[in-house]
């Protein structure tokens, strides 16, 4: 058997999985699942941090769940006590490039990092914020970071279509994951520190896991419409949520290796720009264009709710790490705290 019939016999086997796929997910009937009872969403807009003029893009907690950093458009990088809505000593500080796109506490909550549109990486100490240092470098923007399974080891997500794994101490690539097919929007790995695995969200409709120890694709997750904002990882690694430009927002689930079920329905009309889970996994958070987040219940797989209080586009959602409330940053130049 020669190449050109090995391949047209890989070809033809991965259309009848694709086939397989899309016949199984036809016959899920979903409304002869059991659901458990509503649940009844009561966060309130609790404590405010105000930063204006500025628009804030993107935030994180720290393991601490007390501290969250910002990056605003204006590029500049700045703490929060999220206890009581003052700026931590010290921990303000301007990055050399306007439009920062992400940032993100290490491990130990004393350093963070930041990307954005001068396409590089800085790491910043927060005992001394002069002292930075390049950890990652692409051919065009980060849109996305997160430290890996160590505090020495980078993950990043680019518009020049590559994710990166980075060694911080040398600022050198140690491996690239390459096969979208446009600009990777949003990274995520799961909350397990022994696992390998990490998910990627791009503009060219599709999510793609991949393993970190061998730099390979793992799974494709295809069907969006449009270019994918962001991608989320429950707790326990299992299930997925990604959000699109189309609109949608949608469940997938690794081991069955398919989409579960389409969460958006008339209510949602804005594409929403970023996702998390709850620490239970119950409730799913969006960050809408519409200055408002919107609140779907995973288990009875429909919307819940909306979380009013901005006055602008919500540019991100985060949980805290132990689940006792919810921020958000948005460009009316605020962070809530929702509890």
């Not at 696992?195 to 494709?220: E, Y």
């Not at 409330?325 to 130049?333: E, H, L, Q, T």
């Amino acid at each position: 058997m020669d190449s050109d019939q090995k391949l047209q016999g890989v070809e033809e086997l991965k259309e009848s999985v694709a086939q397989e796929r899309i016949s199984r997910n036809k016959g899920l009937d979903l409304s002869t699942i059991e659901r458990p009872d509503p649940v009844a969403v009561r966060l309130k807009s609790r404590r405010c941090m105000d930063d204006r003029p500025k628009r804030i893009i993107h935030l994180d907690w720290n393991k601490d769940k007390q501290r969250i950093v910002e990056c605003t458009d204006s590029g500049t990088v700045q703490c929060w006590n999220a206890m009581n809505c003052t700026m931590v000593k010290g921990s303000s500080f301007r990055v050399g490039s306007r439009w920062l796109l992400c940032c993100a506490f290490s491990d130990s909550g004393d350093e963070i990092v930041t990307g954005g549109r001068n396409n590089k990486c800085m790491l910043y100490s927060l005992t001394d914020p002069t002292q930075s240092a390049v950890v990652a470098r692409h051919e065009d923007f980060v849109s996305s970071c997160v430290f890996a399974r160590s505090q020495q080891e980078l993950l990043t997500g680019s518009g020049d279509k590559m994710c990166g794994l980075w060694n911080i101490e040398t600022g050198s690539l140690i491996s690239s994951f390459q096969g979208h097919s446009a600009g990777v929007m949003s990274i995520c790995m799961t909350n397990s520190s022994s696992s390998s695995v990490f998910l990627s969200a791009s503009f060219d409709g599709s999510v793609r896991s991949w393993d970190i120890r061998t730099g390979k694709m793992v799974q494709c997750f295809d069907g969006h419409m449009s270019g994918v904002n962001s991608v989320s990882m429950a707790r326990g690694g299992d299930t997925f949520a990604t959000a699109c430009q189309d609109c949608s927002v949608r469940l997938f689930d690794l081991r069955a290796d398919s989409e579960i079920v389409r969460l958006d329905d008339s209510n949602t009309i804005f594409p929403c720009n970023s996702l998390s889970f709850s620490y239970s996994n119950r409730l799913l958070f969006g960050a809408c264009d519409d200055y408002s987040i919107y609140v779907w219940d995973t288990l009875r797989m429909e919307f819940n709710t909306q979380l009013l209080g901005h006055d602008n586009r919500v540019s991100c959602v985060r949980t805290c790490p132990d689940g006792s409330a919810v921020a958000s940053a948005s460009y009316d130049g605020t962070i809530r705290i929702w509890a």
